[in-house]
């Protein structure tokens, strides 16, 4: 029905990428006042701010494109998937599934911290002086009934929540929209359908301008990182980013099970598909701003119906973001440990609910997890100042787990492919 025009991709930037960030992370230890400090700290901050030039242009184009882009991915995937039954169908079986694997997530994510207990590695003299320095620039959210929160959800006002970025609103908006879409006359819709794919298709352009930019963006953002996290902060959070990391690749271990005894996939083959996906997912730590590369691997590479794919993919990526709530259940609770809040195991649960609920909400751009996690914080009692600790680690921790969200996008669509029978009405 529709026209995606989903971006060519050029073969050898994975590996420009990755170079980039190795020659980032060099520079960084070469400037940084902890690491080789050949500069003093002030030439050392002004010159991360200017390296890291790139890369704030590289975001803000993505940033610019993202809701646009999940607006008009989504309806048009909900009118090309052609009737209600199909929608019907397809919903009953894609969010349990969606909820399974965030709760297998998130369960990972407690059981490393409670096995690893990276809070006992942490310097008392490191948690003051952040504790000293931080200036939380997150909100702190009101803690909410679960009605309120219910009515937090609907989209009352389109303009507030494209205003917020709040992403569940605006999920909940493009899915109404396009069912309204498909109950109503062709002729009547079609004007609207067209400016969904011109919207789609400007925005891809774009991402695909700004892939131009990516190594050169990963190169200067993970250096400007390197400068202001030195080996101080990484000696002092360094276990509590492996755990993460632990969990991270567990899950992704949990992933390739899935699609080798759900969805009947070569282990091999699906890697090697999913491969470009990821590699756009780690250096734009934007799980929307992948969607295209999401959907390429899924379509050309896996060969997935495209009634699957452009349903599944744009709301996987919005609200299917295991990587994220893992990272989100293992600080608060490397949080917690820290400023000696005790958890009972019910408490633990609670946590665990409240994470899947926060991960479903959180918007899929960079750096948006750990703002969340504020919420999760207030909730059970631990300063959200406390973010600070693990602030100098997040840009390294976002890029992997939008790896991670990329990939279990991948995951259910082929899952829900293999589920879908091919003639659908
Ligand atoms: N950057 C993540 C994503 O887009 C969200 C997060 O910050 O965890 O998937």
């Not at 794919?309 to 609770?333: C, H, K, W």
């Amino acid at each position: 029905m529709t026209t995606h025009n989903i971006p060519k991709t050029d073969q050898t930037l994975w590996w420009k990428i990755l170079l980039g960030m190795a020659l980032g992370i060099a520079l960084g230890l070469i400037l940084s006042p902890t690491g080789f400090a050949i500069v003093n700290d002030v030439t050392a901050t002004l010159l991360g701010e200017w390296i890291a030039l790139p890369g704030i242009i590289f975001l803000g184009l993505l940033k610019m494109v993202v809701i646009p882009l999940v607006i008009s991915s989504i309806v048009l995937g909900v009118i090309d998937s052609g009737s209600l039954h199909f929608l019907k169908t397809m919903g009953a079986k894609l969010v349990p599934y969606f909820l399974m694997t965030t709760f297998i997530s998130i369960t990972i994510g407690v059981l490393i911290i409670q096995t690893v207990n990276p809070a006992q590695y942490i310097n008392a003299q490191f948690v003051d002086d952040i504790m000293i320095t931080s200036d939380v620039p997150f909100e702190i959210f009101d803690e909410l009934t679960i009605p309120q929160r219910i009515e937090n959800m609907l989209p009352v006002n389109f303009t507030e929540a494209s205003l917020e970025k709040n992403m569940l609103q605006i999920v909940i908006f493009s899915i109404l929209l396009g069912i309204v879409m498909l109950t109503l006359p062709k002729k009547k819709t079609r004007p609207f359908a067209e400016l969904c794919e011109f919207a789609q298709a400007a925005t891809m352009k774009v991402i695909e301008w700004a892939m131009m930019l990516a190594p050169y963006a990963v190169f200067g953002l993970i250096a400007n990182v390197t400068i202001h996290m030195g080996l101080d902060t990484l000696a002092g959070v360094g276990a509590y980013m492996l755990s993460v990391l632990l969990g991270l690749f567990a899950m992704f271990l949990v992933y390739l099970v899935i699609a080798a005894l759900i969805a009947k996939q070569n282990v091999f083959t699906f890697l090697k598909a999913i491969r470009n996906a990821q590699i756009f997912a780690f250096s734009t730590s934007s799980s929307a701003a992948t969607i295209p590369f999401t959907l390429k691997a899924a379509e050309e590479h896996l060969g997935i119906d495209e009634k699957v794919s452009r349903f599944v993919i744009p709301l996987g990526a919005t609200i299917n973001m295991d990587g994220t709530a893992l990272y989100q259940a293992a600080a608060a609770l490397f949080l917690c440990s820290i400023f000696g809040v005790d958890l009972t195991t019910g408490e633990i649960f609670l946590l665990m609910f409240t994470t899947v609920g926060a991960s479903i909400g959180t918007p899929a751009t960079p750096g948006v997890g750990i703002i969340v996690l504020a919420t999760i914080l207030s909730s059970i009692g631990v300063p959200p100042e406390g973010i600070g600790i693990i602030l100098g680690v997040d840009r390294i921790l976002d890029m992997c787990r939008t790896t991670l969200n990329v990939t279990g996008d991948l995951v259910a669509t082929t899952v829900m492919a293999r589920f879908t029978p091919s003639d659908k009405d």
